[in-house]
């Protein structure tokens, strides 16, 4: 099994900055993509943004310019640098990742417990 560990999350106030990072941990072999996603209330899980083995990024229409995903391939960590926050980007924001075990022959996809994120004033 993966575990992704998410932290950085918290309460800002409309216009701040937060930095979210998720610690892939276990028996890994090797990690394509790795990405964010988000839940608001009452909505469905959305993607936000993911980062290819290579580096290649796609992002949210609504997060474009204003967050930044990047990774560590050594230490197996994602992050995303958030600016400009808003209240709209309220969620728990969850870590995802496909990851190949040693011993197995396929990537398989994983989640993290989520962290919260709150923008209020």
């Known amino acids: 099994q993966v575990q992704l560990v998410e932290s950085g999350g918290g309460l800002v106030q409309p216009g701040g900055s937060l930095r979210l990072s998720c610690a892939a941990s276990?028996?890994?072999?090797?990690?394509?993509?790795m990405g964010w996603y988000r839940q608001a209330p009452g909505k469905q899980r959305e993607l936000v943004a993911f980062i290819t083995s290579g580096g290649s990024t796609n992002y949210a229409d609504s997060v474009k310019g204003r967050f930044t995903i990047s990774r560590d391939n050594a230490k197996n960590m994602v992050y995303l640098q958030m600016n400009s926050l808003k209240p709209e980007d309220t969620a728990v924001y969850y870590c995802?990742?496909?990851?190949?075990?040693?011993?197995?022959?396929?990537?398989?996809?994983?989640w993290g417990q989520g962290t919260q994120v709150t923008v209020s004033s």
């Open positions: 995802n990742t496909d990851a190949r075990l040693y011993g197995s022959s396929w990537h398989s996809n994983y």
């Open positions: 276990g028996r890994i072999f090797s990690i394509n993509a």
